[in-house]
């Protein structure tokens, strides 16, 4: 009897050593999504961290699959926090959530509002001046 409790014992251990390997590869792939499409949407992902926040099955084209959602932070503005999602079967991105970002026109009507009402100095500001500095 103790050799079958023993071996249980051991395939329930595999079983969850190999899910934690699985996640662990999973999550990579949701890293390097993420940092992507911050790149490509005009936001910096933060602290490189992505973890997983939910679990759920979804039928794709009348089969079900593991869908894994993983939540993030990034920044607009880079003196800003917002929350970001994005949702993964397997290595495929399905669905992603990110703050928007603001018109060029609307960050110099932004940045002058906030230079008058407090003392936070905008980035592109501060290489702006910089730049002029130099020439």
Excluded at 26 to 55: I, N
Excluded at 89 to 117: C, F, K, M, W, Y
Aim: glycine content about 8%; charged content about 25%.
């Amino acid at each position: 009897m103790s050799n079958l409790t023993d071996m249980l014992v051991l395939l329930a251990l595999g079983a969850t050593i190999g899910a934690w390997m699985k996640l662990s590869t999973a999550r990579e792939y949701a890293v390097r999504e993420a940092r992507a499409q911050c790149q490509r949407h005009g936001v910096q992902l933060l602290d490189e961290t992505v973890g997983l926040r939910r679990v759920r099955v979804r039928r794709v084209n009348g089969q079900r699959h593991l869908e894994r959602c993983y939540g993030f932070e990034v920044s607009v503005a880079g003196n800003d926090r917002a929350p970001g999602r994005l949702w993964m079967i397997g290595r495929s991105l399905t669905s992603l959530s990110l703050p928007s970002v603001e018109h060029p026109a609307d960050v110099t009507a932004t940045a002058d509002n906030a230079q008058a009402t407090s003392n936070v100095v905008m980035l592109s500001e501060t290489r702006r001046r910089s730049g002029d500095r130099q020439h």
